[in-house]
């Protein structure tokens, strides 16, 4: 007899229906899986075997084989273990329930219990679009699962648990869960800009960098409080929309990083991963591919902290996400796509002994260590980034001060307001901050008044700035503009950008 | 019961098996089905479902359980034989078929104990 269960996988964030087919026919006893499953999903009919005989069932005698169809498709993963559990106990007659109308996803243990598995979100948001709206899912996955409107989701325990559900012994409340105030508590961040002191100048670069989805470089000595800055970022970005969390949320649940209790990443996510890391850590990859660093930070802030420490091949491997706002990895058997819409803060110091002109140590670095240091980054990665700013160390009266510096939620309110105008500006040229401009576009909106424009001549003369700083120096003045509320870039909005070029100026470098 | 002697102690071992699947209601359908590449101690029958015996019988426990020396060769060469006799006996893929140990304790001043692996093995993994 042939059962038929629906189950799910994943590929990059998208998921697509599995169907689990199990026929037990006469013959040898042997158990064989069939549908390009990889080693997790040969391994299962072991567990299978175990949860079931545990479960105080019998494991059925005879020929089984399992085809996961479409066949053409590979199977990664546990998820399949519950649905192939209960396709073998429906074609060996223990349960006689019709299970067309479920998605079954789960891991099982030797005993029977059922664990959580990776990517329930995505699965339930593409197998909602085809129609299905019953889920059995892990219990650890049910809040994700249960984000998604119209779904009715069945928490599950044990084996014995679904089986006894499906043959109607078992009454399970379909989970729900109360998707505003969940999103409510989702919002909340734990770090505030009130708690630094000091460093105005660093708040106000990074207010900007955030208004206008630049990418910043932060430059100082050890201790200034580089990170303590970028951890704040993403608080005052714009707050998070509902469709914009549930993309985030969807890379994550894929890289299994959702703990139990929650159901939706509610925050700008704010990824720092060591400088050791390889590039298919970052980037995303592996013979499965699973997301990187800079997909796990979409629609976040991704840090780099001792950002000339990072391998070079690393660090170039950023550009193209960086350009295109999504990561296309290759296999030979498949190519998947993850989102990957970032803002990058990478931080370093000055030069190798991290006190290069503090005014309180001395350098001990040789010029040419230095200039060894800061070449680690190539120019094309550095023209992407807009913003450097340099961030001191603070000064015994600046950490001892009782100011308290404005709360995030002021200069969330200025940042909104900010970006709100550019998308507006570019509703009709399919970008949404300034940081995207280039070209004709950076021409046609960034028009300079005379005194403006005398003013750059004069800087670019002086400080020998190339032609790169001169299109990020116009960026970075159209949103201070922007930030102002003003609709031209006036010589003030060009002198303060002028200043976040410090890796342009020669006697820094030379 | 009388103590076996020590050269026949396996085919004692088998008969206390024997007598046991026939208390239990298992048909015997062969004893000793052998052929050149080995041996099936006991098929029988129950429940529609053809059942390979192997029968292992050991004195002392110090030479390890008796399930211990049912190796993969072994398996494999069960599994062969099986074949054989589904295929002599116009059975392929028209029966269930299962393969279950039976395990006899027979300590030297003692009576044989018996321990019975339902479902021991099965064709690959």
Not at chain 1, 147 to 157: E, F, L, N, R, S
Not at chain 1, 292 to 321: M, T
Request: with cysteine; aromatic share 8%; net charge neutral.
């Amino acid at each position: 007899m042939i059962a038929r269960v629906n189950s799910s996988a994943v590929v990059g964030i998208e998921g697509y229906i599995v169907n689990v087919e199990v026929d037990i026919s006469k013959g040898l006893p042997s158990f064989s899986t069939v549908g390009l499953p990889d080693s997790a999903i040969k391994e299962s009919r072991n567990r299978v075997e175990m949860a079931i005989k545990n479960s105080g069932l019998d494991f059925p005698i005879g020929k089984i084989t399992i085809n996961l169809a479409p066949a053409d498709i590979r199977k990664e993963g546990s998820a399949f273990d519950l649905p192939i559990a209960l396709g073998i106990l429906k074609a060996a007659g223990v349960i006689n329930a019709n299970l067309d109308e479920f998605i079954v996803l789960g891991e099982l243990s030797l005993d029977g219990k059922v664990r959580g598995v990776r990517g329930v979100l995505p699965v339930t948001i593409s197998a909602h679009s085809k129609g299905f709206d019953k889920f059995i899912v892990p219990r650890d996955n049910a809040n994700e699962a249960a984000i998604v409107k119209g779904v009715t989701v069945y928490p599950v325990d044990s084996l014995l648990e679904a089986v006894s559900f499906l043959n109607g012994v078992l009454d399970i409340q379909p989970h729900s869960i109360d998707i505003d105030s969940i999103w409510e508590r989702a919002r909340v961040y734990d770090v505030d800009f009130q708690d630094v002191r000091g460093q105005e100048g660093a708040k106000r670069a990074l207010e900007i960098a955030a208004a206008g989805g630049h990418n910043v470089l932060m430059i100082g000595p050890p201790g200034a409080g580089k990170t303590m800055l970028a951890k704040r970022l993403p608080t005052i970005l714009p707050p998070l929309s509902l469709e914009e969390a549930l993309e985030t949320t969807k890379v994550h649940s894929v890289a299994g990083l959702l703990g139990r209790e929650q159901a939706l990443v509610g925050v700008r996510p704010f990824r720092a991963p060591h400088h050791t890391i390889s590039d298919a850590g970052l980037i995303g990859g592996g013979h499965f591919p699973t997301p990187g660093e800079v997909s796990l930070a979409h629609n976040g802030v991704l840090f780099l902290d001792e950002f000339p420490e990072f391998n070079r091949r690393v660090l170039e491997a950023l550009r193209q996400p960086m350009e295109d706002g999504e990561v296309t990895i290759s296999r030979a058997t498949m190519r998947v796509t993850f989102p990957a819409r970032f803002m990058l803060v990478a931080a370093m110091n000055p030069c190798p002994c991290g006190y290069f002109g503090d005014p309180r140590h001395n350098c001990t670095c040789t010029p040419a260590a230095i200039q060894r240091y800061v070449s680690k980054i190539s120019g094309p990665l550095l023209d992407r980034i807009d913003i450097h700013i340099e961030v001191p160390a603070l000064t015994f009266d600046e950490l001892r001060s009782k100011s308290v510096g404005e709360p995030s939620s002021k200069i969330r309110e200025r940042v909104t307001e900010a970006r709100r105008r550019q998308l507006e500006r570019y509703k009709d040229v399919g970008i949404y901050s300034n940081a995207q401009l280039s070209g004709k576009l950076l021409e046609k909106y960034c028009e300079l008044d005379s005194t403006a424009e005398d003013l750059l001549r004069t800087a670019i003369e002086q400080f020998g700035f190339s032609a790169r700083a001169y299109t990020r120096i116009v960026k970075v003045a159209r949103t201070i503009a922007d930030l102002e509320g003003s609709d031209r870039i006036r010589p003030e909005h060009v002198g303060e950008a002028i200043q976040y070029r410090t890796l342009d100026r020669k006697y820094w470098i030379r | 019961m009388a103590e076996p002697s020590l050269y026949t102690v396996g085919d004692e071992g088998e008969l206390v098996a024997l007598r046991y699947l026939q208390l239990n209601g298992y048909e015997i359908l062969s004893r000793n089905y052998r052929k050149k590449r080995g041996e099936l101690d006991i098929v029988c029958h129950k429940d529609g479902v053809i059942v390979f015996i192997e029968v292992k019988t050991r004195r002392e426990q110090q030479f390890g359980h008796p399930f211990e020396s049912i190796t993969t060769r072994k398996k494999q060469q069960l599994i062969k034989m099986a074949k054989q006799y589904l295929v002599e006996h116009n059975l392929w893929d028209k029966a269930y078929v299962r393969f279950d140990v039976i395990g006899v304790n027979w300590p030297k001043d003692g009576n044989p104990s018996i321990e019975h692996i339902v479902d021991a093995f099965r064709v690959g993994g």
